[in-house]
């Protein structure tokens, strides 16, 4: 029996699977150093490392790690980013987290939009009692966009991750079912 893959709506966005028909449009925003350097990521430079990564998304919600929905805008059907989760355990009732979105689209509410819709639903629907999210403290934007939605820094995990040919620190962060109310 295959899996259904939910779909996120709100008011402004569409949160779909992602398919290889959506590959130009990853590639416009996956090729940007900006939206991609606090990632662990070097910018694509084409198709195949994009329709890679879709099937990375794919991975990991067959194999039941993780989920990664596309952002798409309701009026147009173009996706402009992600977010979902990884590293899923539900032994213990929780996942990180994690999102880009492409530059043109930043600043206009669109990442907390999604965030906070995912987050909802990873606790309504998955049961989680923990979602986490690990950044790098110079990645600024994204600290803000946490903590707007609840998130409480941990600490600092020092040389966490091994990306880009560098070692890496990055702030932990939580958010736990109890923190909101409205769940």
């Known amino acids: 029996m295959t899996k259904v893959f939910p779909i996120i709506e ?3 966005l569409i949160l779909r699977e992602v398919n290889t028909n ?5 590639l416009a925003y996956l090729s940007n150093i900006d939206v991609v ?8 430079q084409t198709e195949k490392e994009v329709l890679d990564e879709i099937a990375w998304y794919q991975a990991i919600y067959n194999d039941g790690t993780g989920i990664r929905w596309g952002i798409t ?15 899923m355990n539900p032994k213990h009732f ?15 509410g669109i990442a907390s939009e999604a965030l906070q819709a995912v987050v909802h639903y990873g606790f309504s629907h998955y049961r989680f009692e923990r979602i986490e999210a690990l950044i790098e403290p110079a990645n600024l934007p994204s600290l803000r966009l ?12 020092r040389h966490y991750e091994f990306t880009c040919g560098k070692f890496d ?14 769940i």
């Open 10 to 12: 709100t008011d402004r």
């Open 22 to 26: 959506d590959s130009n449009d990853m």
């Open 37 to 44: 350097k606090h990632m662990g990521l070097e910018p694509c």
């Open 73 to 87: 805008l309701k009026d147009a059907g173009k996706v402009i980013g992600s977010c979902g989760f990884l590293n």
């Open 94 to 108: 929780r996942t990180e987290v994690g999102y880009e979105l492409s530059k043109d689209y930043w600043g206009k």
């Open 146 to 157: 946490v903590e707007k939605q609840g998130f409480k820094r941990e600490g600092l995990l």
């Open 169 to 182: 620190d990055l702030y932990m962060y939580s958010i736990l079912k109890e923190d909101l109310t409205n």
